[in-house]
């Protein structure tokens, strides 16, 4: 099916950039240049998780030994993935020191301004998303969309998760998602911890971080921090004409198993014109590891948000695709849902798009990176 040619006006793109930016400063908290600057050239104490008490008492409960050994695992998995990522991709800051939640406690209880925090937490309703009338800033529909994160150390790591065969790969973002977070230390409280005193945050696209969650929240916290800092103007516009014709001498990933499965590897192609390759998750782990240049990458991010209605009430995720490039630190391109499931996920509940990457985003990334005709 070959591509439709269709122009986009100047005013169109800016339309386009300001949908994007609104809808990535309700999912991502983005530093001012006084926090970017305070914490700049500073330690970054590197959060690692260790076994949560009470995560296994209630795995003992159930008598499910085998997602213990699970649960021990991954967290094993997880730090070694987190150091590795941080050693090979972390350049905000010279030195990178690993500590676990109770060390952690130590210095925020001391009051310490001498270093930064990077670490994974859990949000969820209730403890992580406030809800409306919370008397931060409203949005329209009724919804707030500022999320919290409670420091009692570790990632909830649910034992209704873990009870789950396929629990790795969870996706029910119905109670919330994983963020990747930047503090100052002495702005941190045990207890629940507003957004408007974290440095940065990031929502990842996996709850449990996989090696991929992982880089995009590295990476994309320092893009952040270091966007912030910057002292000349941006034209937004140009920016992402630009960024346009970088996708198309991209080669795409995209992971098999998120990738829709009415979709074949064929239509894909035949839909999206440019390089593109279909692969397994190892192989997009490794790929975007790696980070070479040429490459960029198709990240399925959640924005979740609380709503309290008549019609509905608890968590909904909108479903963004990001063409995330490792190598250049950033996302060149957002594809929202559409705009009349955004609206009705607003006002309705339920999602906004799939955590799939399915027909419509090929199409739509299709005709934004084609040329347009004069």
């Known amino acids: ?3 439709k040619k269709f122009k986009l006006s100047s005013w169109t793109l800016i339309i386009i950039c300001s949908l994007s930016v609104q809808l990535l400063s309700a999912q991502d908290e983005l530093p001012d240049k006084k926090e970017a600057t305070a914490a700049q050239d500073k330690p970054v104490i590197v959060q690692i998780e ?19 050994t699970a649960y021990k695992k991954a967290l094993e998995k997880y730090n070694v993935t987190m150091k590795a990522v941080m050693d090979k991709y972390w350049k905000f800051s010279d030195q ?12 925020i209880d001391s009051k310490s301004t001498e270093y930064v925090i990077i670490r994974c937490a859990t949000t969820s309703i209730g403890t992580g998303m406030i809800h409306n009338g919370s008397g931060a800033a409203y949005n329209p529909g009724g919804t707030q969309m500022v999320a919290t994160s409670e420091y009692g150390g570790n990632l909830n790591w649910s034992y209704t998760e873990l009870k789950e065969e396929n629990w790795e790969d969870d996706r029910d973002y119905w109670n919330g998602n994983t963020i990747m977070e930047f503090w100052r230390v002495e702005k941190m409280k045990k ?11 990031v929502a990842l696209p996996e709850i449990f971080p996989d090696t991929a969650s992982v880089v995009y929240g590295v990476k994309m916290v320092q893009h952040y921090l270091k966007s912030s800092l910057r002292t000349e103007k941006i034209n937004y516009v140009q920016q992402l004409k ?8 991209k080669t795409v990933y995209v992971r098999s198993d998120r990738l829709d499965p009415e979709l074949s590897e064929q ?6 014109t440019y390089p593109i390759r279909i692969v ?14 040429g490459n960029a990458f198709i990240v399925i991010a959640p924005q979740v948000v609380a709503l309290t209605y008549a019609f509905h009430s608890g968590g909904s995720a909108l479903f963004n695709n990001y063409v995330f ?5 950033r996302s060149l391109v957002m594809i929202g849902p559409p705009i009349s499931s955004y609206y009705k996920t607003l006002y309705l509940g339920g999602n906004a798009g799939k955590p799939l990457a399915n027909e419509r985003v090929f199409e739509v990334l299709n005709k934004a990176v084609t040329p347009q005709e004069k």
Do not use: H, W
């Open 325 to 329: 490039d490792v190598y250049l630190s």
């Open 242 to 249: 630009a960024d346009y014709a970088l996708v198309r001498s």
């Open 50 to 68: 260790v076994p949560n008490v009470k995560v296994i008492e209630k795995l003992q409960k159930k008598k499910n030994v085998d997602a213990i």
């Open 1 to 3: 099916m070959a591509a």
């Open 191 to 201: 207890g629940l911890m507003k957004t408007p005193d974290v440095v940065a945050r």
């Open 96 to 107: 990178i020191l690993y500590m676990t939640p109770d060390e952690i406690t130590t210095l």
């Open 280 to 293: 397994s998750k190892s192989e997009y782990e490794t790929a975007i590891f790696n980070g070479e240049d």
């Open 267 to 272: 239509e894909v192609k035949k839909i999206y």
